[in-house]
């Protein structure tokens, strides 16, 4: 427990060290986002579901905090440990794989929520907010961060270079975040395209996010817990997988 | 007891390279054991595969009686480990990539950040503690890798050329450092280039060479048994080509020669078939034995 605790508070450490790089791009970038997509667009849009374009953007623009925090902090944490191999402290010290998996990604996770409270209050210069239902509030954020930490720490088992850590969020992230659901209604497109929505678990995650601020359905909760539940233990064991086969750390 | 006890150890990388193939070696509790080998030789193989940096094609290894297959954890507690490379977070200070390893080994954070001034002042670092680690001298990052190695109170210490690139003073510091940390107990196995270091420091060597343990024993032993002796004489009308059982060379100074007998010789003999030939000698004596020319001789 106290290898757990050290790694954790490491973790903190580093990313409250470099707050400039960590914490304040989030804040600048979903303050971007809130004053031309949900102040100027926004006021020619109108309402959607009910409330106002920018209310209905912020809880997507949040978890966009959230989830990029947390995956950009456990990839690149991580594989600058690899880099310079500051990473073998802790495989030659009594830790166990399971510890040095759930230490980075808590570690990413904290980073993420901590971003995310930072926009949210950084929003109520544009708009007031409302919370349907602080649980689910509370059960998205820790579910999708988890599932990003846990993608960030495999992307970093797997990197070899700098540039293989900025692959996957340039060319599959984005798009997939941008194509959630973010900024539109998912319901208001063509079936087809509704289809190809559902299978992206980004859609899950702002959806459920956005029914628990605003109380607006769109994925059943059960449905969406349970896939977000099921990628969180599935890239879990994935990591275990090739943490134990010493992936990219053993030869 | 058995520190380290390494059965026909084997590692063939995915490239096929076989770095060790098949080694036995024993080390004792407190001793001091150095392993020698020229570069590719297969030290930091055997040195990875006991700190689990790397894994292990077949063969067992034993740390204190524990089988590293059964439970590694365990046996990384009685080990400490100075790698050949520096591999700390050049970001972090001085003092906490020390606490940090410590609570890695468990302890909590008042007696992590105890131990670690503890171990900063006897190695001479405590002053720098607040430094960020980048910004330290080479050596001086060597001994921080050596405190953070310490910090966990090892019974077993793993060196990798820990005196690379240290200058001599310090070389010599840190040679009093592991001497007493040796006479305290710890056993202390060290690989190094400098050949002197071994000679003086270790009580005893192993030398490895493509994979495989050449020789492994007492340093006293290792020399009696392998090396060649070596005499140095003076001889007016001595002529080296009369004598060809012998691996003969005249020295720089004048009328002095060298011969040097190897172990299925003796000085007896050479000098029994030298007086047959005439020969007389004004001075013999034996030219120090250095590990070095033996090491030079075997890898």
Redesign the interface.
């Given at each position: 427990m106290q290898a757990f605790i050290t790694l954790y508070s490491k973790e903190l450490k580093r990313f409250l060290r470099i707050w400039t790089q960590t914490l304040l791009p989030p804040i600048i970038n979903q303050t971007l986002y809130l004053t031309i997509f949900g102040s100027i667009i926004g006021s020619k849009i109108g309402e959607i579901a009910g409330v106002s374009y920018i209310q209905f953007i912020l809880p997507g623009l949040l978890m966009m905090s959230v989830v990029m925090g947390t995956y950009s902090n456990v990839v690149s944490s991580f594989f600058g440990s690899k880099f310079q191999r500051s990473v073998e402290e802790l495989l030659v010290a009594p830790v166990s794989n399971f510890t040095i998996l759930q230490g980075y990604c808590l570690g990413g996770i904290s980073r993420g929520i901590i971003a995310g409270v930072l926009v949210l209050l950084t929003s109520l210069v544009f708009s007031s907010f409302q919370i349907h239902s602080i649980a689910l509030v509370l059960i998205y954020t820790f579910l999708s961060s988890y599932v990003f930490a846990q993608a960030g720490f495999l992307n970093g088992l797997f990197a070899k270079k700098f540039d293989d850590v900025s692959i996957f969020p340039t060319f599959i992230l984005n798009p997939l975040i941008f194509f959630g659901g973010v900024f539109y209604d998912i319901s208001t497109l063509p079936s087809h395209l509704k289809i190809i929505s559902q299978l992206n678990p980004i859609t899950y995650m702002i959806e459920g996010y956005r029914y628990s601020f605003l109380g607006i359905q769109g994925q059943q909760t059960t449905k969406t817990i349970l896939v977000l539940a099921l990628f969180a233990i599935g890239l879990t064991w994935i990591n275990m997988h090739y943490l134990n086969k010493g992936k990219g750390l053993k030869s | 007891m058995s520190s380290i006890k390494i059965q026909n150890l084997r590692k063939e990388?995915?490239n096929k390279v076989q770095a060790l193939k098949g080694i036995d070696l024993e080390i004792q509790e407190g001793d001091f054991h150095a392993l020698l080998g020229s570069n590719g030789a297969g030290k930091t193989t055997t040195i990875?595969i006991l700190?689990?940096?790397?894994?292990k094609t077949s063969g067992t290894v034993e740390i204190a009686g524990i089988d590293i297959e059964k439970n590694?954890?365990?046996a990384?507690?009685l080990?400490g480990?100075v790698?050949q490379?520096?591999?700390?977070?050049?970001?972090e200070k001085v003092e906490?990539?020390v606490i940090?390893?410590a609570?890695?080994?468990?302890?909590?954070k008042k007696q992590a950040t105890e131990k670690t001034h503890e171990i900063l002042k006897s190695l001479s670092l405590y002053d720098k503690k607040e430094q960020i680690s980048r910004t330290l001298s080479g050596g001086m990052k060597r001994r921080l890798m050596i405190a953070?190695s310490l910090v966990h109170d090892p019974k077993i210490l793993i060196l990798d050329e820990p005196t690379a690139g240290v200058d001599v003073k310090l070389r010599h510091e840190m040679y009093e450092f592991l001497t007493d940390l040796n006479k305290k107990g710890v056993t202390i196995l060290l690989t190094t280039h400098y050949l002197e270091e071994a000679e003086l420091l270790c009580d005893k060597i192993s030398i490895i060479k493509e994979g495989e343990i050449i020789i492994s024993g007492k340093k006293e032993k290792v020399l009696n048994d392998l090396s060649t002796q070596i005499y140095l004489f003076e001889s007016q009308n001595f002529k080296p080509q009369s004598l060809k059982n012998y691996k003969l060379s005249k020295t720089e100074n004048k009328n002095e020669f060298q011969v040097q007998i190897n172990k299925n010789q003796s000085l007896n003999q050479f000098l029994k078939e030298s007086l047959a030939e005439n020969f007389t000698f004004e001075s013999i004596k034996p030219k120090t034995n250095r590990l070095e020319q033996l090491y030079l001789e075997l890898t």
């Open positions: - | 990388y995915s990875g700190t689990d940096l790397v894994k590694f954890n365990q990384k507690k080990i480990v790698p490379e520096m591999n700390f977070n050049i970001f906490d990539i940090q390893q609570g890695f080994y468990g302890l909590n953070r």
